[in-house]
């Protein structure tokens, strides 16, 4: 299988738009409320936008209220990694797709049941197929 995660730079630059690249490879924040998914309700699958790879469902998508996509659960297990995230002095936890390594958001302990996980994600990192409603 094709190593999406050692690609360069150069290689996102061509398949990104500037946005994307922004969030994906420069692990930037869309503006809350700007995502075209925040109030996305339709049945389907959440893939990666650099890379297609599957990352959540329609079915563990809730309304967080933070103006930015959120899920309480993955699609399935690994299809996400985490890392802790110092930056802008919090401590967080950034969410990467598993596939490529592309920056999708971080992940907080205060979601919905079952999980008690709230997946906090760019909708810009995502490319939803299936109901759009
Ligand atoms: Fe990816």
């Given at each position: 299988m094709e190593d999406m995660k050692n690609k360069p730079e150069s290689y996102w630059k061509e398949r990104l738009t500037p946005e994307q690249f922004r969030i994906t490879r420069m692990r930037g924040t869309e503006r809350p409320f700007s995502g075209e998914y925040v109030t996305q309700k339709g049945d389907g699958v959440y893939r990666c936008v650099?890379?297609?790879?599957p990352l959540f469902s329609s079915d563990t998508k809730?309304?967080?209220?933070?103006g930015w996509p959120s899920f309480?659960?993955?699609?399935?297990?690994?299809s996400v990694e985490t890392k802790t995230d110092l930056s802008h002095l919090m401590v967080r936890t950034e969410v990467l797709c598993a596939n490529c390594g592309a920056h999708l958001g971080h992940v907080f302990d205060d979601g919905p049941n079952p999980t008690g996980q709230r997946y906090c994600i760019n909708s810009v990192a995502l490319k939803f197929e299936g109901d759009e409603k």
């Open positions: 650099a890379c297609d790879h809730f309304e967080s209220g933070t309480y659960d993955v699609i399935e297990q690994g």
